[in-house]
């Protein structure tokens, strides 16, 4: 088997990785997030058309009428369609926007409601749901450090940090509005990173154990090599499902699988260089993975 030099590029990719996090962090300090309605709340109008319902011709028509950051779906029937206006439109607006739709259509257009949609986040649950991420980090971190040890606790909550960070920064950077599917596919890349990093950590403790010749360097390269054809099987199927879902799965699901297609690209990363990568930084010996040997066990080997 043929060992690929993954760490000889570590400093290259720290500065990779080092770039896109002030990146985000930038965009998202200055830009923010693009909050969904689920964060900011609007106005949620319901209509029936008499026939099948177009509907990149009603966004278009929307649009062109002036309501920007309209969402458009199909509710129940593809002759039901929900829209939902963000923060500001008044009620009045939402029966003009009837209008709009019955002056373009070339058949009836029903109101079957119109309502004012508060957030279903608050600033509390926002509040709540930050503490709930970091005190989940921490436990993940402490089982990492009983699982494997500490150096490798530390690579794996960095790496998840790494991820997350960089999944928001693609958001506020292309200004891709951040609702509750968004966030489900934040906390499912924050699943799928840490499952690649514990495989990947896995196998560097065994090597480390096996090979007694071997330096750290050499251990995590061949490590990564023996793991390399599984991550990728898996990250190229998981690509391909998500590529679908992004093509043809609707606008609802759109950005929850943009989330996850650019949180399966960055984790995977993450796995070969930056958990790895912290492992050496923090100075990953042979030492640290040494099996304990319990006190007398000489003497018992020698029992007959």
Request: proline share 1%; hydrophobic share 50%; no cysteine.
């Amino acid at each position: 088997m043929k060992v690929i030099n993954f760490m000889g590029q570590r400093k290259l990719a720290m500065t990779f990785s080092a770039i896109l996090l002030v990146l985000s962090v930038g965009s998202l300090v200055i830009n923010q997030l693009n909050w969904g309605l689920d964060f900011t709340g609007g106005t949620l109008v319901e209509v029936h058309y008499d026939e099948t319902a177009d509907l990149n011709a009603i966004r278009s028509t929307l649009g062109s009428a002036g309501y920007s950051g309209a969402i458009v779906v199909s509710f129940g029937t593809d002759r039901d369609i929900m829209i939902r206006l963000p923060q500001g439109y008044s009620d009045q607006q939402g029966g003009e926007l009837l209008v709009t739709l019955q002056t373009a259509s070339t058949g009836s257009v029903e109101l079957r409601r119109i309502e004012f949609v508060g957030p279903q986040v608050g600033d509390e649950l926002k509040e709540q749901g930050g503490l709930a991420m970091l005190m989940a980090l921490g436990m993940v971190m402490l089982y990492i450090a009983f699982r494997f040890q500490l150096k490798f606790a530390v690579g794996a909550v960095v790496a998840l940090a790494h991820d997350v960070i960089i999944t928001l920064g693609f958001f506020s950077v292309l200004g891709m509005e951040f609702d509750l599917t968004v966030l489900a596919a934040i906390l499912a890349v924050i699943g799928y990173s840490l499952n690649d990093t514990i495989v990947v950590s896995d196998r560097i403790r065994e090597n480390f154990r096996k090979l007694r010749r071997a330096d750290s360097v050499e251990a995590i390269n061949i490590s990564l090599t023996e793991t390399l054809g599984r991550t990728l099987v898996t990250s190229l199927t998981t690509l391909l499902v998500l590529t679908a879902l992004a093509l043809l799965g609707g606008e609802m699901i759109h950005g929850f699988a943009i989330a996850l297609i650019v949180g399966v690209v960055v984790g995977t990363y993450s796995s070969i260089y930056v958990a790895a990568n912290t492992l050496l930084i923090l100075g990953v010996s042979k030492e640290d993975l040494v099996i304990p040997v319990k006190e007398g066990a000489d003497q018992e080997s020698l029992m007959p």
